[in-house]
């Protein structure tokens, strides 16, 4: 009798996303102490290309938000005048639009991320995606807990801010569905860029064609996930069990549990599993799960698992991400 191969995707989803949702919004990425929580460093997501991958090109400045705000809008004007009649054209005024909330926001999709912080920039912690901000027809909802912590510099705040206007006024004149053209702008205008090279790059990516529909949590260059602990458990017959935490440094081995042989793969990208497979090594049987049935466990849904079944055989794989944070959400 043939093996019938079987995935299913059991979505699991955390308190941490059960604020309601609205239409868009700007996100960052959190260092967190693995086993305290605390918060070490917030980044606006616009800016890890710069930050991260081009050292040296982005100098924080200290001052009050609102000035930072203002110093970017006025090199905006003075810098790319198409892309300044475009913001003044639908302005968003910030001050009587923001106001904080005490719960976590919920993830919006639409985030199209392409880079995220290295591990090595959180050592000995974990670099989850936040959501900083959340908009919809010109209002701005922010989390009370993150926005407020100390290692959330002005400066980060401003890059929030300036998204979130720059996105509500190519949507308002273009239509954009994905906030991938503003990450683009953003980063470029943090990049050290002349003005002359700055305004022929903007005004490539304003001449793009607008994306109408919702990103999804990473493309191109691989998907934009975080580093996490994983546990996984695999079962014989719903009666043998074997658990364990993956070492995702050596991410493919051989078990066997009660004479059954099992080939299993966690393929990681940046320490974050993006590929799941188990094989039958009697009859060569295998279950896989690619991006993007893998991708939402490490967002919004907690588990999947891989499930193998035959006439008198059922091997199931489950894996799922474990972290202390998880109970205590930004």
């Given at each position: 009798?043939k093996?019938?191969?079987?995935?299913?995707?059991?979505l699991?989803?955390?308190?941490?996303?059960?604020?309601?949702?609205?239409?868009n919004?700007?996100?960052?990425?959190?260092?967190r102490?693995s086993?305290?929580?605390?918060?070490?460093?917030?980044k606006?997501?616009?800016?890890t290309?710069?930050?991260?991958?081009?050292p040296?090109?982005?100098?924080e400045?200290?001052?009050n938000?609102?000035?930072?705000?203002q110093e970017q809008?006025?090199?905006?004007?003075?810098?790319l005048?198409?892309?300044?009649?475009?913001?003044?054209?639908?302005?968003?005024?910030l001050?009587?639009?923001?106001r904080?909330v005490?719960y976590?926001?919920s993830?919006?999709?639409?985030?199209?991320?392409?880079?995220?912080?290295?591990?090595?920039?959180?050592p000995g912690g974990?670099?989850?995606?936040?959501?900083?901000a959340?908009a919809?027809?010109g209002?701005?909802?922010?989390?009370?807990?993150?926005?407020?912590?100390?290692?959330?510099?002005?400066?980060?705040?401003a890059a929030?801010?300036l998204?979130?206007?720059?996105?509500?006024?190519?949507?308002?004149?273009?239509?954009?569905?994905?906030?991938?053209?503003?990450?683009?702008?953003?980063g470029l205008?943090?990049?050290?860029?002349?003005?002359f090279?700055?305004?022929?790059?903007?005004?490539?990516?304003?001449n793009?064609?607008?994306?109408?529909?919702?990103?999804i949590?990473g493309?191109?260059n691989?998907?934009?996930?975080?580093?996490?602990?994983?546990?996984?458990?695999l079962?014989?017959?719903?009666e043998?069990?074997y658990?364990?935490?993956?070492?995702l440094?050596?991410p493919?081995?051989?078990?066997?549990?009660?004479g059954?042989?099992?080939?299993?793969?966690i393929?990681?990208?940046?320490g974050?599993?993006?590929?799941l497979?188990?094989k039958?090594?009697?009859?060569?049987?295998?279950?896989?799960?690619?991006?993007?049935?893998?991708?939402?466990m490490?967002?919004s849904?907690?588990?999947?698992?891989?499930?193998?079944?035959g006439e008198?055989?059922?091997?199931?794989?489950?894996?799922?991400?474990?972290?202390?944070?998880?109970?205590?959400?930004?």
């Amino acid at each position: 009798m043939k093996l019938v191969l079987i995935l299913i995707a059991t979505l699991f989803t955390s308190a941490a996303w059960s604020a309601p949702r609205v239409n868009n919004g700007g996100g960052g990425w959190a260092c967190r102490n693995s086993k305290t929580g605390e918060v070490r460093w917030i980044k606006a997501a616009d800016l890890t290309k710069v930050e991260f991958y081009n050292p040296g090109k982005l100098v924080e400045k200290t001052g009050n938000v609102w000035d930072l705000l203002q110093e970017q809008h006025d090199y905006i004007h003075r810098v790319l005048p198409a892309l300044s009649a475009i913001m003044k054209s639908n302005p968003l005024d910030l001050k009587f639009k923001m106001r904080g909330v005490d719960y976590p926001l919920s993830y919006i999709p639409d985030a199209e991320l392409r880079y995220k912080p290295p591990v090595s920039s959180c050592p000995g912690g974990l670099v989850s995606y936040v959501q900083l901000a959340d908009a919809t027809d010109g209002d701005v909802t922010y989390s009370n807990r993150v926005w407020n912590l100390p290692v959330f510099s002005s400066y980060q705040k401003a890059a929030i801010m300036l998204h979130e206007q720059m996105y509500f006024a190519l949507r308002k004149t273009f239509g954009d569905g994905s906030s991938y053209r503003t990450r683009q702008i953003i980063g470029l205008m943090y990049s050290g860029l002349s003005d002359f090279e700055l305004n022929r790059q903007v005004d490539e990516v304003l001449n793009n064609t607008a994306r109408k529909q919702q990103g999804i949590f990473g493309f191109n260059n691989g998907p934009a996930l975080f580093n996490v602990q994983v546990t996984c458990t695999l079962s014989i017959n719903d009666e043998y069990t074997y658990s364990w935490t993956p070492d995702l440094e050596v991410p493919e081995f051989y078990m066997v549990i009660h004479g059954f042989k099992f080939f299993v793969d966690i393929n990681t990208i940046d320490g974050s599993p993006v590929r799941l497979q188990i094989k039958d090594m009697q009859s060569k049987f295998s279950a896989i799960s690619e991006i993007p049935e893998t991708v939402p466990m490490f967002n919004s849904m907690k588990r999947v698992q891989l499930l193998l079944k035959g006439e008198s055989t059922k091997a199931r794989l489950g894996c799922e991400s474990k972290s202390q944070l998880d109970l205590d959400p930004l």
